[in-house]
């Protein structure tokens, strides 16, 4: 008895402590997170359907079949119940074909890779992991931040990630969506907030010691806020170039925000094609890449000609 009091104290302390949790995965801030939440909670739910009849059953038929319970029915020479089979056929059956059907048209409708449908033009953002902060380069404005992603309120965004260290994964849980981030690689997430705060992104894969600190802070701002943030980013006094770059990558934690006025062109080509050599067989080396008459390379990676475009 005393055993079971607790076990109910334990239960009970823990859900007081998980009721002060922010549980940000169901309190979503952007279309695409609020589609996520809404597709844990049907699948859960399905889930349920089977579970918790189960778990009722069993402590029903423990009590009812109890060895001091004289009257319950007993019939050894049963054989079978075609309503009982009905059930437990039935009921599965249906609910992996409901599942089936939410699993293929979510596997598409939430693919990472597939461009928000917006009125609003999309805003492109470069995001590379180093060891271990988070830089952001804005293509379209030449400019550059560590460790703040700042993003339009109701503007769908483009990302282009890749990593210039360990792989890691790339995650704001109020906006949904995570994506690997791999060296010499380039992953697509397109997101969008809908809602103005400022939102916790995380590195979701252990990426090394600086892994528990390896955060960022994304500013979801109205569109004059935005112009405000982009205009105090261009008074910055650094540049980002091959030399800051190469002090900016060395292995550092809880690194401050910081930002960059302007952008050397082709950075983040440059810094995913540091990584052309893992893979020798299928490259050239870039000094020998080819180039059309608009100065766009045209050798062996069509995706990255593609991107300069």
Same mark, same amino acid.
């Given at each position: ?100 059907? #939410? ?49 339009? #309120? ?141 100065? #766009? ?13």
């Amino acid at each position: 008895m005393k055993r079971t009091i607790g076990y109910c104290l334990v239960y009970l302390a823990t859900s007081f402590l998980l009721a002060g949790c922010n549980l940000i995965i169901f309190n979503p801030k952007g279309a695409v997170a609020r589609d996520e939440r809404d597709l844990i909670i049907l699948a859960t739910g399905l889930m349920l359907l089977v579970v918790v009849p189960v778990i009722v059953m069993t402590f029903v038929f423990a009590y009812r079949y109890r060895a001091t319970n004289k009257k319950a029915r007993y019939s050894p020479r049963w054989a079978s119940s075609h309503k009982i089979e009905a059930v437990v056929w039935g009921v599965p059956f249906v609910i992996i074909c409901l599942l089936g059907w #939410v699993t293929w048209v979510t596997t598409h409708t939430l693919d990472p890779y597939r461009p928000l449908d917006s009125d609003v033009p999309h805003m492109n953002v470069q995001v590379v992991a180093t060891d271990w902060k988070w830089l952001f380069i804005y293509p379209d404005l030449g400019i550059a931040s560590v460790n703040e992603l700042a993003m339009p #309120v109701n503007t769908p965004v483009s990302f282009t990630v890749t990593s210039d260290a360990a792989m890691t994964s790339f995650f704001i849980p109020a906006l949904g969506g995570q994506i690997y981030a791999m060296a010499g690689m380039q992953t697509k997430l397109h997101l969008i907030a809908n809602e103005v705060g400022e939102f916790r992104g995380i590195a979701a894969n252990y990426n090394g010691e600086g892994f528990s600190d390896m955060h960022f802070s994304t500013l979801s701002l109205n569109p004059s806020d935005f112009e405000q943030w982009v205009a105090k980013v261009r008074k910055a006094p650094q540049r980002l170039d091959q030399a800051s770059y190469a002090a900016l990558a060395k292995p550092s934690t809880r690194h401050p925000v910081s930002y960059y006025s302007q952008v050397q062109e082709r950075m983040f080509l440059d810094i995913v094609d540091k990584y052309e050599g893992m893979n020798k067989a299928n490259r050239t080396p870039r000094s020998q890449a080819q180039r059309d008459g608009t100065g #766009v390379r045209t050798d062996h990676q069509p995706g990255l000609a593609a991107e300069e475009r």
